[in-house]
């Protein structure tokens, strides 16, 4: 009988191949969008490295200082040159024309005072374009690989899209429409290391954000107590602001004035924590606290003295920098649970050992010891609940805590309520999943034996089971069940399924005795299915134990069968 | 036109296992192919992602455009065959002969029955707030999941 296999890679229809397409290209022209402007402004620090360097008069400067307490600093300057034989001026300082922290622009100030004669960099191809600092800014390097990921994901996305479609149609085109079987160690690799690279995305971005939010700013503060402290005036403080989608957010920004060994600094940090954040009123109290003229104490860096702050406590707002942690732990338990299971999975080598007929060797685990071990322990749920809660939990007080309880527009926070019921309500069914696990592990310990411990099809099976602590217990229910469990896919979405096709119930009873321990046979019938493990698609033999309490809750273990093929051939 | 079939003696389409399987390729190829490769694979059909696996591989001689070679392959113990509410399990022998695209194909069934078994899904117990429910709502036993 030759036959033709259906073609398995269903990649779905034309209009979705193009609907998927257009998305892909949006992300990638988004993404080279985002590029081009990196690229260019990257460009033009670069090409100004060939400009010709050429003396240059300074003939005004000024600091500009912040209109809204959302910007920042700049320095206005004008300068006056000669380039072949022609008079010329400009006003502009470099590329970069985005304002900065206090200290940079004062410093810019210092170094292109009015009158100073300086070196500028004029355009050759256009003489009246100059610059006075022309550093290329390397540090946007990295950034321009950013976009690129949206790049690659775009048009891979689209290749990978069409390259299946060519596939599929190059197999219904050939004689015999069969699909080549998947290599399953290839395919489990490239999985894991997907599983990895996600996990890793989790990984670095909790470092890094962890490094910066907690571990960076607690160092120095341990650091600083070793600092002197040395009489400072206070020159301005206020407020910044830094809005987006997510609401508005706030930093303190003092500047002030001390000496040093004889030496005159100015310092614009108040503590070690930059960066802005929830907490207006907080912020609006430093600022209060200190106002322009003060005469108060900061603690200087006797390493870099050019480093100060005027506090080196620790502020509650620090512990936020612990979430990223929370990041990092799922990236690291990720990547670990991805190479465990890597190292774990089973190739099913279906041969035959020499000298034996039904042996089954290569899909199974060892065989011997007859304990049954639970498939979950309660200690483990309670880790993993524990876990999911805090995780959740975490990031829904987040949102609570700035939105809710810090929000100033009334509006805004019936809304945020509205919009945040249900994840509430999910965080506090989390919360009780942890207390009902945490009351399983006052429930007894069964200890179940199977004898084989991996039976075969059609062959006899006794089975026995001690718990103790079990007069708690009211009634016991032991069955033996058998499911076909598969993953699939659909369109862009997919899930699991399951279909139970066997149920032997072996034990059922409210008899104490019998509760306490007792055993029993059964047999597996011999026109089953032995268990499967495949990628996607399974057959799972589960005895399951059920003991019912008087008070909740009630017992309840799984443990993994592995049944055998029969040997009758 | 390229020709690349496989058969099984005598038709046979059921296996015990652990049984020999005798097969016959024939190909009559306008390229010399690089080599003849016979693979014996099971392979799932169903609800969920299709699963494969090759299980034995075996090179024939392939000195020629055109020829036909008859040979033996040992069946292994599992998996058996299957017909599932949600996976059917299957086997197959295929020849290959790159740089050729076509492939001959051959499907069988591999069980200690006479026939593959058959899983019928049964009524799976409701889980406890479904069956709290359904006294109220009519909600009927589920058919086989869960």
Same mark, same amino acid.
Request: proline fraction near 6%.
């Given at each position: 009988?030759?036959?033709?296999?259906?073609?398995?890679?269903?990649?779905?229809?034309?209009?979705?191949?193009?609907?998927?397409?257009?998305?892909?290209?949006?992300?990638?022209?988004?993404?080279?969008? %985002?590029?081009?402007?990196?690229?260019?402004? %990257?460009?033009?620090?670069?090409?100004?490295?060939?400009?010709?360097?050429?003396?240059?008069?300074?003939?005004?400067?000024?600091?500009?200082?912040?209109?809204?307490?959302?910007?920042?600093?700049?320095?206005?300057?004008?300068?006056?040159?000669?380039?072949?034989?022609?008079?010329?001026?400009?006003?502009?300082?470099?590329?970069?024309?985005?304002?900065?922290?206090?200290?940079?622009?004062?410093?810019?100030?210092?170094?292109?005072?009015?009158?100073?004669?300086?070196?500028?960099?004029?355009?050759?191809?256009?003489?009246?374009?100059?610059?006075?600092?022309?550093?290329?800014?390397?540090?946007?390097?990295?950034?321009?690989?950013?976009?690129?990921?949206?790049?690659?994901?775009?048009?891979?996305?689209?290749?990978?899209?069409?390259?299946?479609?060519?596939?599929?149609?190059?197999?219904?085109?050939?004689?015999?429409?069969?699909?080549?079987?998947?290599?399953?160690?290839?395919?489990?690799?490239?999985?894991?290391?997907?599983?990895?690279?996600?996990?890793?995305?989790?990984?670095?971005?909790?470092?890094?954000?962890?490094?910066?939010?907690?571990?960076?700013?607690?160092?120095?503060?341990?650091?600083?107590?070793?600092?002197?402290?040395?009489?400072?005036?206070?020159?301005?403080?206020?407020?910044?602001?830094?809005?987006?989608?997510?609401?508005?957010?706030?930093?303190?920004?003092?500047?002030?004035?001390?000496?040093?060994?004889?030496?005159?600094?100015?310092?614009?940090?108040?503590?070690?924590?930059?960066?802005?954040?929830?907490?207006?009123?907080?912020?609006?109290?430093?600022?209060?606290?200190?106002?322009?003229?003060?005469?108060?104490?900061?603690?200087?860096?006797?390493?870099?003295?050019?480093?100060?702050?005027?506090?080196?406590?620790?502020?509650?707002?620090?512990?936020?920098?612990?979430?990223?942690?929370?990041?990092?732990?799922?990236?690291?338990?990720?990547?670990?649970?991805?190479?465990?299971?890597?190292?774990?999975?089973?190739?099913?080598?279906?041969?035959?050992?020499?000298?034996?007929?039904?042996?089954?060797?290569?899909?199974?685990?060892?065989?011997?010891?007859?304990?049954?071990?639970?498939?979950?322990?309660?200690?483990?749920?309670?880790?993993?609940?524990?876990?999911?809660?805090?995780?959740?939990?975490?990031?829904?007080?987040?949102?609570?805590?700035?939105?809710?309880?810090?929000?100033?527009?009334?509006?805004?926070?019936?809304?945020?309520?509205?919009?945040?019921?249900?994840?509430?309500?999910?965080?506090?069914?989390?919360?009780?999943?942890?207390?009902?696990?945490?009351?399983?592990?006052?429930?007894?310990?069964?200890?179940?034996?199977?004898?084989?411990?991996?039976?075969?099809?059609?062959?006899?099976?006794?089975?026995?089971?001690?718990?103790?602590?079990?007069?708690?217990?009211?009634?016991?229910?032991?069955?033996?069940?058998?499911?076909?469990?598969?993953?699939?896919?659909?369109?862009?979405?997919?899930?699991?399924?399951?279909?139970?096709?066997?149920?032997?119930?072996?034990?059922?009873?409210?008899?104490?005795?019998?509760?306490?321990?007792?055993?029993?046979?059964?047999?597996?019938?011999?026109?089953?299915?032995?268990?499967?493990?495949?990628?996607?698609?399974?057959?799972?033999?589960?005895?399951?134990?059920?003991?019912?309490?008087?008070?909740?809750?009630?017992?309840?273990?799984?443990?993994?069968?592995?049944?055998?093929?029969?040997?009758?051939? | 036109?390229?020709?690349?079939?496989?058969?099984?003696?005598?038709?046979?389409?059921?296996?015990?296992?652990?049984?020999?399987?005798?097969?016959?390729?024939?190909?009559?190829?306008?390229?010399?192919?690089?080599?003849?490769?016979?693979?014996?694979?099971?392979?799932?059909?169903?609800?969920?992602?299709?699963?494969?696996?090759?299980?034995?591989?075996?090179?024939?001689?392939?000195?020629?455009?055109?020829?036909?070679?008859?040979?033996?392959?040992?069946?292994?113990?599992?998996?058996?065959?299957?017909?599932?509410?949600?996976?059917?399990?299957?086997?197959?022998?295929?020849?290959?002969?790159?740089?050729?695209?076509?492939?001959?194909?051959?499907?069988?069934?591999?069980?200690?029955?006479?026939?593959?078994?058959?899983?019928?899904?049964?009524?799976?117990?409701?889980?406890?707030?479904?069956?709290?429910?359904?006294?109220?709502?009519?909600?009927?036993?589920?058919?086989?999941?869960?």
């Amino acid at each position: 009988m030759s036959i033709m296999l259906q073609n398995r890679n269903n990649c779905g229809g034309v209009p979705n191949k193009i609907g998927a397409s257009l998305f892909l290209l949006v992300f990638a022209l988004s993404g080279m969008f %985002f590029m081009g402007i990196m690229a260019y402004s %990257f460009y033009q620090g670069a090409a100004a490295g060939s400009w010709v360097e050429t003396p240059c008069r300074i003939t005004a400067g000024e600091i500009v200082y912040p209109q809204r307490s959302g910007s920042k600093y700049s320095y206005k300057v004008a300068y006056r040159y000669v380039y072949s034989g022609r008079n010329y001026s400009a006003t502009r300082l470099s590329f970069n024309t985005q304002g900065s922290e206090y200290k940079k622009v004062l410093k810019l100030s210092q170094d292109y005072a009015p009158g100073m004669d300086v070196k500028c960099y004029v355009n050759p191809s256009n003489p009246s374009d100059a610059v006075l600092v022309r550093k290329v800014d390397f540090k946007l390097l990295p950034f321009m690989f950013i976009p690129l990921i949206f790049v690659a994901i775009g048009f891979g996305g689209i290749y990978l899209t069409w390259r299946k479609k060519k596939q599929a149609e190059a197999a219904v085109d050939s004689a015999v429409a069969a699909p080549l079987p998947p290599s399953p160690l290839k395919s489990a690799r490239a999985g894991r290391y997907g599983l990895c690279v996600f996990f890793g995305i989790f990984l670095l971005v909790g470092v890094f954000a962890g490094y910066f939010m907690f571990l960076k700013p607690v160092f120095k503060i341990w650091l600083s107590s070793s600092w002197p402290q040395v009489p400072c005036v206070i020159e301005s403080s206020r407020m910044t602001e830094s809005s987006d989608s997510d609401g508005t957010t706030y930093g303190v920004e003092v500047i002030y004035r001390y000496q040093y060994q004889g030496t005159a600094y100015v310092g614009d940090k108040y503590d070690f924590i930059s960066g802005t954040s929830s907490g207006h009123e907080a912020k609006a109290r430093i600022v209060r606290n200190y106002s322009p003229g003060q005469k108060t104490f900061c603690y200087v860096n006797p390493a870099n003295p050019d480093d100060a702050v005027l506090s080196r406590t620790f502020r509650s707002e620090l512990w936020l920098g612990l979430i990223p942690g929370a990041f990092a732990l799922v990236g690291f338990i990720g990547i670990t649970g991805a190479l465990r299971f890597g190292r774990k999975r089973k190739v099913h080598v279906y041969e035959q050992p020499p000298g034996s007929g039904l042996n089954y060797a290569g899909g199974f685990d060892g065989i011997g010891e007859n304990v049954l071990k639970p498939v979950t322990t309660p200690l483990k749920s309670l880790f993993g609940t524990i876990f999911v809660a805090v995780f959740w939990n975490g990031i829904v007080s987040i949102f609570v805590y700035q939105d809710l309880i810090k929000g100033t527009n009334s509006l805004m926070k019936f809304g945020v309520s509205l919009f945040m019921i249900p994840f509430i309500l999910v965080g506090l069914l989390l919360i009780g999943l942890v207390l009902h696990t945490l009351l399983q592990l006052f429930n007894p310990r069964p200890v179940v034996k199977l004898d084989p411990v991996s039976p075969a099809l059609g062959g006899r099976v006794s089975l026995s089971w001690e718990i103790p602590g079990y007069r708690s217990l009211t009634r016991l229910e032991i069955k033996l069940e058998g499911s076909e469990e598969v993953k699939f896919k659909s369109g862009d979405s997919g899930g699991t399924a399951k279909k139970l096709f066997e149920q032997i119930s072996i034990v059922d009873t409210e008899d104490t005795r019998e509760i306490a321990a007792g055993n029993a046979t059964f047999t597996i019938p011999a026109e089953s299915m032995h268990s499967f493990d495949a990628d996607s698609n399974k057959i799972i033999w589960r005895l399951k134990l059920k003991g019912r309490k008087k008070l909740l809750p009630a017992l309840s273990y799984e443990y993994a069968v592995n049944v055998m093929p029969g040997g009758k051939f | 036109m390229n020709i690349l079939s496989i058969k099984i003696k005598d038709d046979k389409t059921k296996f015990l296992p652990g049984e020999d399987i005798q097969c016959e390729v024939i190909w009559d190829l306008q390229k010399l192919p690089k080599t003849i490769t016979v693979n014996l694979f099971w392979f799932t059909e169903g609800q969920g992602n299709p699963d494969s696996e090759i299980v034995r591989s075996i090179e024939l001689d392939a000195s020629g455009l055109s020829g036909r070679q008859w040979f033996r392959l040992a069946l292994p113990v599992a998996p058996y065959s299957f017909t599932g509410s949600l996976i059917s399990l299957s086997w197959a022998v295929e020849v290959v002969a790159p740089p050729a695209a076509e492939r001959g194909i051959y499907k069988f069934s591999m069980s200690p029955l006479d026939n593959p078994a058959v899983l019928k899904a049964i009524e799976a117990p409701l889980p406890g707030v479904l069956k709290f429910l359904s006294r109220f709502k009519g909600i009927k036993q589920m058919p086989g999941g869960q």
